[in-house]
């Protein structure tokens, strides 16, 4: 048979003849159509074809991707309804199964812009022990070749006890197009910030209790935190390691409540209150705590807190860990009356955790469209000299070297409605004498309904 436009459109006629498609469906028909500059491609892009292939190669590309979760997957449609239908239209449906420890993990759809990716995925207790709520966390998520991931439940079925996550992973290199393994060691629910406990101790009344601590500044610190008034000066003595810290005692004191954690030692170093922590493994895994002093009329005091990690450092996963040794220090104001202060125990704790392996593997597609704004704003010393809004984040490209004193990157996203598209998570990555600085959305977006994008303020011309 002759190959031709007129045979071509012959065939396609033909073969789709039934298929009934809705404008986003045909706007998708004809970006594939009539490329222009202002949609960044895909990484992997087809091969030049005469129109009449492209179209027939278009007519695919929308059944089998963007209108793949509607017409395909009727049964994925109803589990994801929380979306909606441009979302739906966006997904490339996974349908991989991981099941272990009585938990089964559903990775149910996905969508990439090239180097950032978003996941939905299912997690049901098959065991009926009612270990998967509301609230559940895959606490140690990850998407191979993410620089981090992080999730959160967009839907919950009590009926069936089902969580709906959707992951969203931020990557050092191209995620789209390639093989991609989803994954998760650990799987917490029954999040709680308990009522602080108080221990009936004053500030005082420890000082006389441990008499003259025994201290010493040798020990190595993996890693602490300063927060507070004077949090810069105490940055600087933890950086030059002039903080000291205690000598455990030969026996451990439990603290109420708390069978996860014992206390190592305790005293007080020049008007500081330290108090070294043993997490116990288990559910010391994930549970935290902290302490706090209140005054005489029950208010907590302002305080100045270090946090320092002195014991053995645990892997949980590719970004969680925790320490078996952690010293806590209050620093009160001068002015403070340690007679006055009494000692308050703080926790955060999780109902279940769930330890096993959870993982699928699938090849993500090719990445989504986005629009693409070029620019040159000054950012003292780098530029930024391109933004790219796509259907899960929106980037800012740039070249030269960040620095302390360099101008940082504010990007907000507005719908046609005049609302705001919602960021909870943002990195910078620089190489090369690239800059990257991306915040990926809280939902998937249209595109079509993106009305305004601003740099630190400045509204930027729409493509």
């Known amino acids: 048979m002759k190959i031709c436009?007129?045979?071509?459109?012959?065939?396609?006629?033909?073969g789709l003849g039934s298929v009934r498609m809705d404008a986003a469906q045909k706007q998708a028909i004809l970006a594939q159509c009539r490329p222009t500059v202002e949609v960044a491609?895909?990484?992997?892009?087809?091969?030049?074809?005469r129109r009449a292939l492209a179209l027939?190669?278009?007519?695919?590309?929308?059944?089998?991707?963007?209108?793949?979760?509607?017409?395909?997957?009727?049964?994925?449609q109803q589990r994801l309804a929380m979306l909606s239908?441009?979302?739906?239209?966006?997904?490339?449906?996974?349908n991989q199964t991981s099941e272990d420890e009585g938990v089964r993990m559903e990775v149910l759809a996905a969508l990439s812009d090239g180097q950032a990716a978003a996941v939905y995925i299912a997690l049901r207790d098959t065991a009926g022990q009612g270990r998967i709520g509301p609230d559940t966390e895959m606490y140690t998520a990850d998407v191979s070749g993410a620089i981090f991931t992080q999730g959160e439940v967009v839907d919950y079925d009590e009926a069936?006890?089902?969580?709906?996550?959707?992951?969203?992973?931020?990557?050092?290199?191209?995620?789209?197009?390639?093989k991609i393994t989803v994954s998760t060691t650990s799987i917490t629910s029954g999040h709680n910030w308990n009522d602080p406990v108080d221990l009936g101790y004053t500030m005082e009344q420890v000082r006389q209790l441990t008499g003259q601590a025994?201290?010493?500044?040798?020990?190595?610190?993996?890693a602490w935190s300063a927060t507070g008034p004077e949090m810069e000066r105490y940055c600087d003595l933890l950086d030059t390691g002039k903080i000291a810290t205690l000598i455990g005692w030969s026996e451990p004191l439990a603290l109420p409540g708390v069978d996860w954690a014992t206390v190592n030692a305790a005293g007080v170093v020049d008007g500081q209150i330290h108090i070294q922590v043993n997490q116990l493994g288990g559910m010391g895994q994930v549970n935290r705590l902290g302490f706090s002093l209140k005054d005489g009329e029950g208010k907590?005091?302002?305080?100045?807190?270090?946090?320092?990690?002195?014991?053995?450092?645990?892997?949980?996963g590719t970004f969680r860990n925790y320490n078996d040794l952690v010293e806590y220090v209050l620093i009160p104001p001068e002015d403070a009356d340690p007679a006055q202060l009494t000692l308050q125990?703080?926790?955060?704790?999780?109902?279940h955790l769930i330890e096993g392996r959870w993982a699928t593997t699938f090849r993500l597609e090719d990445a989504s469209e986005s629009l693409v704004i070029p620019c040159d704003r000054d950012m003292n010393p780098w530029r930024v000299t391109r933004v790219q809004v796509s259907p899960i984040a929106v980037t800012a490209t740039g070249s030269g070297e960040m620095t302390a004193e360099s101008e940082s990157a504010e990007l907000r996203v507005f719908l046609a409605d005049g609302t705001e598209v919602p960021s909870s998570s943002a990195s910078v990555t620089a190489g090369d004498e690239e800059i990257v600085y991306r915040c990926i959305f809280d939902k998937v977006i249209d595109l079509t309904q993106v009305a305004k994008v601003t740099l630190n303020g400045e509204e930027l011309p729409l493509p």
């Open 345 to 351: 125990l703080e926790t955060e704790t999780y109902d």
């Open 160 to 178: 069936t006890g089902t969580a709906i996550l959707r992951l969203t992973a931020d990557g050092n290199q191209q995620l789209a197009g390639k």
């Open 41 to 49: 491609r895909p990484a992997r892009r087809m091969r030049p074809l």
């Open 300 to 316: 907590e005091v302002p305080c100045t807190e270090l946090e320092m990690e002195l014991g053995q450092e645990h892997e949980m």
């Open 5 to 14: 436009d007129e045979t071509v459109r012959a065939a396609v006629d033909s």
């Open 214 to 222: 025994p201290v010493q500044y040798t020990v190595p610190t993996k």
């Open 85 to 94: 239908e441009e979302t739906l239209r966006l997904l490339q449906p996974v």
């Open 56 to 76: 027939a190669a278009a007519f695919a590309l929308v059944l089998c991707l963007g209108g793949g979760v509607l017409a395909a997957a009727p049964e994925l």
